[in-house]
């Protein structure tokens, strides 16, 4: 398994603002996904974040509104640019090892925009 | 392509009595399936997982799950709920050729224990 750390824990934002979100594992990994969680909703993938290359994106995400970053195998960064209130959410990492379908979760980032 | 569905998006059950948590999948290639729990304000947690060893699958805190190819289902129970399982829970289908990117979630299930 692995321990996973994201900040913030959550954040009220104005409109049109950008938040950066952070995701930290306490062990070398191999994938590291990013997940969009609406209200009253399932989890959604936004994007599988790539070290030392672009992220690849699910359909209906771009990288000009979800960039993201991943210097190295444990920790990654998320964020939410330009943010209207349908972008409130909870946005949360996890990751995979290799040769494992499973996935483990962050606690998830909790974000409110007002 | 890949789906699952989760029948009843709440469910309510005693203290101590025992529930089912249902969840059918779609795969194309046999899968692997697991079970997550949500608890409020908190990310998710593996319960179970069935990767093709025996199909019935004990986890954590009492949970057990059955895989059934013939009814493609992979339901969730425990025997007798506890006030800490009210919570919401996720069945998840991946693709055994694929990598774990190919996760894919079901609506989940809000769970209410009434004591």
């Known amino acids: 398994s692995a321990v996973i750390s994201q900040k913030p824990s959550r954040d009220i934002c104005q409109r049109g603002t950008s938040l950066t979100i952070q995701c930290q594992v306490d062990?070398?990994?191999?994938?590291m996904f990013w997940y969009r969680q609406q209200p009253g909703q399932s989890l959604t993938l936004i994007a599988t974040?790539?070290?030392?290359?672009?992220?690849?994106?699910e359909s209906g995400f771009v990288i000009d509104k979800f960039p993201i970053s991943r210097p190295n195998l444990t920790f990654s960064t998320l964020t939410v640019s330009n943010m209207s209130p349908e972008d409130s959410s909870i946005y949360l990492c996890s990751v995979s090892v290799t040769g494992s379908n499973e996935q483990f979760f962050g606690p998830g980032t909790r974000l409110t925009v007002l | 392509a890949q789906s699952v569905t989760q029948l009843g998006s709440h469910v309510s059950v005693s203290e101590g009595a025992l529930f089912l948590l249902r969840c059918n999948y779609s795969s194309s290639v046999p899968p692997y399936l697991f079970w997550y729990v949500q608890y409020p304000n908190q990310g998710l947690q593996l319960l179970l997982k069935y990767t093709s060893a025996a199909t019935l699958v004990k986890g954590i805190n009492g949970f057990e799950a059955e895989f059934k190819k013939s009814e493609t289902s992979f339901h969730l129970t425990k025997p007798s709920a506890h006030m800490s399982d009210a919570a919401e829970y996720f069945c998840a289908v991946s693709d055994r050729a694929g990598s774990a990117r190919q996760l894919t979630f079901g609506s989940g299930t809000q769970l209410t224990v009434l004591p």
């Open positions: 062990s070398q990994v191999t994938m």
């Open positions: 974040a790539n070290q030392g290359s672009e992220a690849t994106y």
